[in-house]
């Protein structure tokens, strides 16, 4: 009789176990931070530009000294070209940093150290 009532207790644990999120090793996860910044284009039209920046855990706290601009001019082939500037946080070991615009669906990205500034273009094409 306890057979009957373990045997489908076990096979739901199993089932469940099997079902749950794996772990992540501590050198994978990284902390991201992510400030929008809006430009106008020369021909008017508005864009957002997110800019996610990765930190190794132990620099998280650092994570809201990174101030990011961006400005936009013609790219001479009716599109735009957009220069994202972030400067790196005094104290952080290594960030990497990837600017979008989703809208086009086009990226780029660097990294750098702490005290410098990672510099990105992206080249949207005319809409």
């Not at 090793?25 to 008017?44: H, I, K, L, R």
Request: hydrophobic share 45%.
């Amino acid at each position: 009789m306890r057979l009957r009532r373990i045997l489908p207790a076990a096979a739901i644990a199993v089932a469940l176990a099997l079902m749950s999120e794996g772990t992540a090793s501590a050198m994978v996860v990284w902390c991201m931070y992510d400030p929008p910044v809006q430009v106008v284009t020369p021909g008017g039209q508005y864009l957002t530009v997110n800019t996610t920046i990765y930190l190794p855990p132990y620099d998280m706290h650092l994570a809201r000294n990174f101030p990011a601009t961006a400005t936009a001019i013609a790219d001479g082939h009716g599109g735009t070209l957009i220069n994202v500037h972030v400067r790196v946080a005094s104290g952080v070991s290594s960030a990497h940093v990837v600017s979008s615009v989703q809208r086009f669906q086009i990226s780029s990205n660097g990294g750098g150290a702490g005290g410098t500034v990672v510099s990105l273009d992206l080249d949207v094409p005319a809409a």
